[in-house]
Structures are given as structure tokens and as C-alpha cells.
């Protein structure tokens, strides 16, 4: 990581429904505050189960459509230790994910969370103490450094709420819902890197 440079990879099983949802909606998310360039932030997916070269879910690809966006290019990649080396910031649809991401790279183990973990420790985090000024790199690195300060001061969830669910094999309205809370992770950490001005 550099002050304007920053690696984030997204995790799931097969790359093909909430690992590319979560990469297309954190990259617009981010986007639309920074531009296309995203503010020096690299935003990538895999899958620990993954075949290389797939294309998206067709029901991933209709859920990422109702929020403006075209999945249509997207090819998955299977998951690797040189990505999670690469990667700054390791966010995973579950538990089992981080664990496989963390075995391929141990030192990841302090930047690596669930999406929804990082979704609410990350809002802690903003509350605890407002962010010092600076590049979007720079913000969320302050955001990771800071998270072990916050976390021994909350509840832990039951699992299945730090857990984001496959959708796959179940009706459009499920993908629906995945998009949503993926949405609304992305939203939740775009405003903390990026603040409206």
C-alpha cells in the first residue's frame, strides 16, 4: 500500500454471483465519489473454489443491471496467494473464505474480514473517532489499523449476520437481496473513504 494506491480483493466460492456483485457495486460506489480512476483504489474478486474464465451469473448479472450497472464483461478468477498477498484489504462472503484467504497468506489475517464484518466495524470505527484527512488509500488504511481498538468493545453477532449467503440455484428475488446488502456495504464503506464534501 502507498498513500494513493490501495488493493482491495472480494472473496466467495465461485466467483460468479456475490464476489463480482460486491466488485462491480464497491467500484461504482467509489467511483461516483472519485471518479473513474476510484481514487488509486484497485477493486478485484476471486473465488477459492473457482473455474478461471466463467462468465457471471445470468442472475447476478440481472440484479447488478437493476442498479445500473453491466456485468456482462465480467470473467471469474480462481483465488491465489499472490492475490491475497497483493491485497491491502481481504473482504470475504463468509467465515470459511477468510480462513482459506488467511491459510494462503497468514499475514493477511489482520486485514482480512467478512463483508458484513467489515461493513459494521468499519462504521464503529467512525463513530469511536472522526477519520483525519487524506487520500482514500489513506483513510482506509486508518480504518483497518483502527478496527482492533473497536472490536474488543462489541457484541459478537450471531455468525450467519457476518455472513453474506450463496444465492445461487435460488430465484432472481434472492440475487435481489444479495445485491441489496452488498449495495449497502459498499455504500457504507465509499462514505467513510470518500466523505461527501
Same mark, same amino acid.
Given at each position: 500500500?502507498?498513500?494513493?494506491?490501495?488493493? *482491495?480483493?472480494?472473496?466467495?466460492?465461485?466467483?460468479?454471483?456475490?464476489?463480482?456483485?460486491?466488485?462491480?457495486?464497491? %467500484?461504482?460506489?467509489?467511483?461516483?465519489?472519485? $471518479?473513474?480512476? +476510484?481514487? $488509486?483504489? #484497485?477493486? =478485484?474478486? !476471486?473465488?477459492?473454489?473457482?473455474?478461471?474464465?466463467?462468465?457471471?451469473?445470468?442472475?447476478?448479472?440481472?440484479?447488478?443491471? #437493476?442498479?445500473? =450497472?453491466?456485468?456482462?464483461?465480467?470473467?471469474?478468477? %480462481? =483465488?491465489?496467494?499472490?492475490?491475497?498477498?497483493?491485497?491491502? &484489504? *481481504? =473482504?470475504?462472503?463468509?467465515?470459511?473464505?477468510?480462513?482459506?484467504?488467511?491459510?494462503?497468506?497468514?499475514?493477511?489475517?489482520?486485514?482480512?474480514?467478512?463483508?458484513?464484518?467489515?461493513? %459494521?466495524?468499519?462504521?464503529?470505527?467512525? *463513530? +469511536? !473517532?472522526? &477519520?483525519?484527512?487524506?487520500?482514500?488509500?489513506? %483513510?482506509?488504511?486508518?480504518?483497518?489499523?483502527?478496527?482492533?481498538?473497536?472490536? $474488543?468493545? /462489541?457484541?459478537?453477532?450471531?455468525?450467519?449476520?457476518?455472513?453474506?449467503?450463496?444465492?445461487?440455484?435460488?430465484?432472481?428475488? *434472492?440475487?435481489?437481496?444479495? !445485491?441489496?446488502?452488498?449495495?449497502?456495504? !459498499? $455504500?457504507?464503506?465509499?462514505? /467513510?473513504?470518500?466523505?461527501?464534501?
Amino acid at each position: 500500500m502507498t498513500a494513493d494506491r490501495f488493493a *482491495v480483493l472480494i472473496v466467495c466460492h465461485a466467483n460468479l454471483c456475490r464476489s463480482p456483485m460486491a466488485e462491480y457495486l464497491l %467500484r461504482h460506489a467509489l467511483e461516483s465519489r472519485l $471518479g473513474p480512476a +476510484a481514487g $488509486g483504489l #484497485e477493486i =478485484l474478486s !476471486a473465488g477459492t473454489d473457482a473455474w478461471a474464465d466463467l462468465p457471471m451469473h445470468p442472475l447476478s448479472v440481472e440484479a447488478l443491471g #437493476e442498479h445500473g =450497472l453491466d456485468g456482462t464483461a465480467f470473467r471469474s478468477r %480462481r =483465488l491465489t496467494p499472490a492475490l491475497v498477498k497483493r491485497a491491502d &484489504l *481481504v =473482504l470475504t462472503a463468509t467465515r470459511r473464505q477468510r480462513s482459506v484467504a488467511v491459510a494462503m497468506e497468514p499475514a493477511a489475517v489482520k486485514h482480512a474480514f467478512t463483508l458484513p464484518q467489515f461493513g %459494521r466495524l468499519a462504521a464503529e470505527v467512525a *463513530v +469511536a !473517532a472522526p &477519520l483525519e484527512p487524506g487520500t482514500p488509500a489513506q %483513510r482506509l488504511g486508518r480504518i483497518i489499523e483502527r478496527i482492533p481498538m473497536v472490536r $474488543g468493545h /462489541l457484541p459478537v453477532p450471531p455468525a450467519e449476520q457476518d455472513e453474506i449467503a450463496d444465492p445461487v440455484r435460488m430465484p432472481i428475488e *434472492v440475487f435481489r437481496r444479495c !445485491a441489496h446488502e452488498l449495495d449497502r456495504i !459498499a $455504500g457504507v464503506t465509499a462514505q /467513510l473513504i470518500a466523505p461527501s464534501r
